[in-house]
């Protein structure tokens, strides 16, 4: 029989650090195309329902089957059916803005590019809000231990602390273009048990007194769960070879047309520009190799949203790329002035004259780093990434704008490839790498070479 007697209580109060721009959707576009969620008083604030929500799913996508399967799970979480239900384990409030914080709400300019001719498309020009990098929230979770249950809710509240720690969380939309990254506080973070056994700990619970209270240790809660997710990762290091823009629009008529994009006093390349191009490059590739399922190989690697098509499920790729910071020092920028020429007569186009301020590499020595990675990959996927990075790595793949003017080329300095207990290290000089590793990172190029007809 079923034993949910209440046996006491854990309670987690802390912080976490945006270390990503950030967007939880309001639902409104007063501001912009999609604006982000405000509480009552005008702050930012995470809805508690999205939080847990997120962490769920993470257990499910990070942690073994059997653990999934296993009825206290559920039990956990809670559950509504037809002739049953019970409550969750798990009590979250709202996350709040730290009040004693800056709010700093930018806009940020998105466009779809028709891959077949490299322009934008027809309507495809979007802006959205997004907090800065930096912001912090404050968030309270506690969880209910009973007598059937106690062990597998504690392992599970350890489990969580482990993920918000070892920033496996990602928060809110566009995750997989570098979103939404964020980190435990840990130093302004406090775990507390209380055991109802003790008086003491009934009364301090019922009077939320816990300014005196001791707290727990983490290492005190058991956790025997180990995250599983297979994932193949790349971290490049490479060098701007020239210039780069990747443009911001500007409303001031004192200031350039464009100027490179910025995230806080850094330039920064954002995920959704490299995995644009990225993606441009993966389908000609795709297609030049005549690939069987090429579309679902695209699809699943990048998702799909396609607007013209209600009917049409949005599908969430499994390829993850972070936005890339450049210190502003380390890249200066250059206002530069130019003209569009009118082909027939060679003179200027009337209110043909623009400016832009693209950003240029000061030094030999300054690197980029980017970091991309596939979660729950398959060999052919990885061989399809590799076959575009090398491109990236040659400077033949551009990113950002005016690419036909010679920006946004790279030449690539160093790459740590790591996939389950592997880990392959290519430098400029591809001399140095050895067979085994030459013939490691082939295998998956011929994956990919099976999927020919």
Known sequence: MTNNTIKGKVLIVGQI?????????????????????????????????????ILRHAFQDNFPQEFISDKRFNNFWGYTLESDGRQSALCCSDLSFVDDEPQKIIIRDGIRINNENGIVK????????????????????????????????????????????????????????????????????KLYSFDFTDKLDVLKWLTQNIEHKKPTAIESLSNIFSVSKRRFCVDLTIKLMNSLIVKSANNDPALPDDTQLKSGDDWIIPGSSLKGAIRARAEKIVNTLELRNKEDLITTLFGNVDDTKPSTKAIKGKMRIEEATMNCVDFPSELQARTKIDRFTGGVITGGLFDSMPIFNASSDKTIAVRIEIEDYHRNEAGLLLLVIKDLWTGDLAVGGEKNIGRGAFEGRLAEITWEDRRVTLESDLSTLSEPDKKDLQSFIEALNKERP
């Not at 967007?23 to 939080?51: E, N, Y």
């Open 17 to 53: 650090e945006c270390l990503s721009p950030l967007h939880i959707g309001s639902g409104k576009s007063s501001c912009s195309d999609m604006d982000i969620a405000l509480d009552s008083a005008g702050s930012p604030v995470i809805p508690a329902t999205g939080f847990v929500g």
């Open 122 to 189: 027809p309507g495809g020009k979007f802006d959205y809000e997004l907090l800065e990098r930096g912001s912090k929230f404050k968030f309270k979770m506690e969880f209910t231990l009973r007598e059937d249950d106690e062990d597998f809710v504690t392992n599970t509240a350890s489990a969580i602390y482990e993920l918000l720690r070892k920033q496996q969380i990602r928060l809110g939309a566009k995750t997989n273009n570098g979103l939404g990254k964020v980190k435990l506080i840990e130093n302004e973070t």
